[in-house]
């Protein structure tokens, strides 16, 4: 494993990878889920969320640091993604909004971890930090138009 004062963006590649998923599950809740308000909100945070994922590529780019996501970490998130998309093929409203809702806040502790290992990286920290305040008007978004408070 390479060693975070080596490669500055080390936590970012963790956080690409989860925005990815995120977005296929947003874009699958928006499929499934029987509330056109909700399905317009889902597909809107699925796009915003592989916003998010480019934004970070980008500044990896520009960082030119390769790219470490180890196979384990891409295989539990497969896990992650495969038990989400159980919960969407049955396609029940509640099942899926708090699918959504353990997904937002997994999202918000990877982040926050993330952002405590950059803490000598102004230009990635001030990035994550945008994002994460995003996931969380996402988080309050949800819970506040479903009543899962």
Not at 41 to 53: A, D, K, P, T
Not at 100 to 129: M, R, S
Not at 135 to 148: A, F, P, S, W
Request: glycine share 6%; charged share 25%.
């Amino acid at each position: 494993m390479t060693n975070i004062n080596e490669n500055p963006a080390q936590p970012v590649f963790h956080l690409i990878a989860i925005l990815e998923d995120a977005k296929k599950g947003y874009l699958n809740a928006a499929e499934r889920i029987r509330d056109e308000v909700l399905a317009l909100l889902f597909e809107r945070f699925g796009y915003q969320r592989g916003r998010y994922s480019n934004e970070l590529k980008q500044l990896v780019g520009r960082l030119q640091v390769g790219s470490s996501i180890d196979q384990f970490t891409l295989s539990l998130l497969h896990r992650t993604w495969m038990d989400l998309k159980t919960s969407f093929k049955f396609g029940k409203r509640d099942t899926i909004i708090l699918a959504c809702i353990k997904g937002e806040e997994t999202a918000i502790k990877n982040y926050t971890d993330a952002i405590e290992q950059v803490q000598h990286n102004a230009e990635i920290k001030v990035v994550l930090e945008q994002q994460l305040n995003g996931i969380k008007t996402v988080l309050n978004t949800i819970k506040e138009y479903t009543g899962k408070n």
